[in-house]
């Protein structure tokens, strides 16, 4: 069984984040840990923790990849437009003849709605007055 003192960073057997030890009562061993802006505390079992080392980089593993490029990213690439100088659509609007939002008439000029049966709508509830 290892040996933990206060400091040591352990990670438990079946695999979680990393843990920092506070302290260690016997073979019960109180651990801390940060998780989306949130502290964790919880007492665990000796036997369930394994201490966490840093491995660094080795050579026999591959390279990272290159980060990719973003718009924000300096360099000298100049900017492209999304579509080049064509229009997305050619010639054609994508909705069809449908007219603009500035060229519909005005609420007030509307025909009233209809229901189902193509009848105007009537009140459902009238005020009675007593």
Known sequence: MADFTPGDVV??????????????????????????????????PAFALNKWEDRGPREDRP???PRPRRDDDEGERPARKPYG????????????DKPSYADRKP???RPPRTGMDGKPKQKTFYRKDD
Do not use: F, Q
């Open 11 to 44: 990670v438990l057997k079946s695999g979680s984040m990393r843990m920092l030890v506070e302290s260690v009562e016997g073979d019960a061993v109180s651990v801390v840990w940060a998780n989306d802006g949130g502290i964790g505390r919880d007492t665990l």
């Open 63 to 65: 390279a990272p990849r």
């Open 107 to 109: 609420a007030g000029e």
């Open 85 to 96: 100088d064509k229009k997305p659509y050619g010639d054609k609007k994508p909705y069809g």
